[in-house]
């Protein structure tokens, strides 16, 4: 089985990858509002495995991060 | 006294931080690698800073999911010392030993350079040849050491004396301009609750000779044998 994790600075917290890349993006004339910059981890897993255990528990500091499982 | 040194994949600091302990200080000290699954026998245990696993994934996570990372918490628990310098620290906020969490500067550049800070808790074993309020000088070098703790948890942590060391201007004013990297509340060491766990991004085992420039660094290590 194919997992898809996406891990998002939680909103509200200072995000400086995200904002840099927002200011960039309005240097070049582009209409952006918000910029945020996660990562993504592909998993191969087996049946029946525990994905919101293995992510809460390995992937993801919940303090800083949200996620969404694909 | 007899010392542990962790070493993980990366570690870079290992080295100095041994030195410092054997022929500054004059104690005994041993490596440990990542698989050791139990520290039995040490009086402190050290984390010391580097790049464990790379960063990868977060900074300091991979190796707190290492044997070596069960037993620093088994130790932990059991009240023994442990010190987490750089990337110790953001390893022992990643083992829960040490509440918040480290984050990349907010000018997003690494830093390498010399600090001033205020020492805010001196009653530690990790702190006691300090003064309270004094001003020190130490060197940072970190892309991630942006302290953050939700507000509440912040509100405990300063009541408890949690906080140890916070980032000031020579004459220990705490300022934004003081702040290096954006860290909450110009937070630049803390403690657990029961004063037995400290973390702190700069640099003591850097700091701990006249030949090069500085004096504060081994005072710490001295707190510890004193």
């Known amino acids: 089985m194919k997992v898809r994790v996406l891990i998002l600075p939680k909103r509200g917290l200072l995000d400086p990858e995200g904002r840099a890349v927002k200011e960039m ?7 952006v509002k918000d910029v945020k910059v996660g990562k993504v981890v592909e998993l191969e897993v087996g049946e029946g495995t525990d994905i919101k255990a293995l992510v809460e528990k ?3 500091n919940p303090l800083v991060e949200e ?4 | 006294m007899k010392f542990a040194v962790c070493v993980f994949p990366g570690s870079n600091c290992d080295y100095d931080t041994y030195y ?3 022929d500054l200080l004059g104690q005994d000290v041993s490596f440990v690698d ?3 699954k139990r520290l039995n026998g040490f009086d402190c245990v050290v984390l010391p800073g580097g790049f464990s696993f790379g960063d990868y ?7 707190s999911k290492t044997p070596l990372g069960n037993a620093i918490v088994e130790y932990a628990q059991k009240g023994g010392l442990v010190l987490g310098i750089c990337n110790g620290f953001q390893i022992l906020t990643e083992l829960h030993l040490l509440p918040g969490v480290l984050l990349r500067n907010e000018n997003l550049t690494f830093l390498c350079k010399d600090v001033y800070l205020r020492v805010e808790n001196n009653s530690l074993p990790f702190t006691r040849r300090f003064e309270k309020g004094e001003v020190i000088k130490l060197p940072i070098a970190h892309g991630e050491g942006r302290y953050y703790v939700p507000e509440e948890e912040l509100r405990s942590m300063e009541e408890g004396g949690q906080i140890v060391l916070r980032y000031c201007d020579e004459k220990g004013n705490i300022n934004s301009q003081a702040n290096p990297n954006g860290s909450l509340y110009n937070i630049a060491g803390i403690c657990n609750k029961e004063g037995n766990v400290f973390g702190l991004m ?6 701990c000779e006249d030949l090069l420039g500085y004096r504060d660094g081994i005072i710490l290590w001295h707190s510890l044998v004193a």
Do not use: K, M, S, W
């Open chain 1, 25 to 31: 993006l309005l240097d070049g004339g582009f209409d």
């Open chain 2, 34 to 36: 990542h698989n050791t």
């Open chain 2, 202 to 207: 700069p640099h003591p085992e850097r700091a």
């Open chain 1, 67 to 70: 996620y969404v499982i694909e």
């Open chain 1, 58 to 60: 390995y992937l993801v």
């Open chain 2, 57 to 63: 994934l977060r900074a300091g996570v991979l190796a």
């Open chain 2, 20 to 22: 410092v302990i054997r």
